[in-house]
């Protein structure tokens, strides 16, 4: 049975009950919000006609921090070195239902040294296009187990975040040798992946 996650919560992802969990799916989706053409958004917004291009990243950490760039994957780096995290590709529309982009951790494998792995999305041009994180609806993140396809929780982003261009969605984090998610819905402003990944930098 799934967890339905609040901003903030955590829950514990290896507990008794998901004995023997080894590789999770991390799935995230979301929608481009209607307006009317012509309206407010369209008058506003100058490329409002232009698809929203949500761009998800893992960054895998040591101590909290980003080390290395190969630790960061995403559509221009799939797969981790290790084989222990990766992308599934590129979503560029965001159209259609269910999750929109998805990304495998094999936690099981997940080497020592990483103890966080940080699921960010960013809106790709999102200052030349003038897009934000307002203009779309349903987002969520979603935590699946791979044995069975069984959703173990979901978090639905409900706040408002209007001018935020980029999302630090939740996190897999290990603690006490058992990994756990912290639901986060984070919005920033930054412009791109790279001044994301400057927030987690040694």
């Not at 339905?4 to 989706?29: A, P, R, W, Y």
């Not at 809106?123 to 979603?142: C, E, S, T, V």
């Amino acid at each position: 049975m799934s967890v339905s996650l609040k901003k903030g919560q955590k829950v514990n992802l290896t507990k008794e009950t998901n004995s023997g969990l080894n590789t999770v799916l991390v799935g995230l989706g979301w929608d481009e919000a209607t307006h009317k053409s012509g309206g407010f958004l369209s008058s506003l917004f100058s490329s409002a006609n232009q698809s929203i291009d949500c761009d998800t990243s893992a960054l895998m950490l040591k101590n909290g921090k980003l080390c290395n760039t190969q630790d960061v994957i995403y559509f221009g780096n799939l797969s981790h070195s290790t084989g222990t995290v990766t992308h599934l590709g590129d979503n560029l529309t965001g159209e259609g239902t269910g999750d929109d982009e998805q990304i495998i951790v094999n936690l099981a494998q997940v080497p020592q040294e990483y103890d966080r792995i940080v699921i960010v999305v960013n809106i790709y041009k999102a200052l030349d296009r003038n897009q934000h994180f307002g203009m779309i609806r349903n987002a969520f993140i979603r935590i699946v187990d791979s044995r069975n396809n069984a959703e173990l929780c979901r978090f639905n982003l409900s706040d408002d975040y209007t001018n935020m261009t980029a999302m630090i969605f939740g996190e897999l984090y290990r603690s006490n040798n058992e990994w756990k998610f912290n639901a986060i819905g984070q919005g920033t402003t930054d412009a791109g992946l790279k001044e994301l990944l400057a927030r987690f930098h040694d």
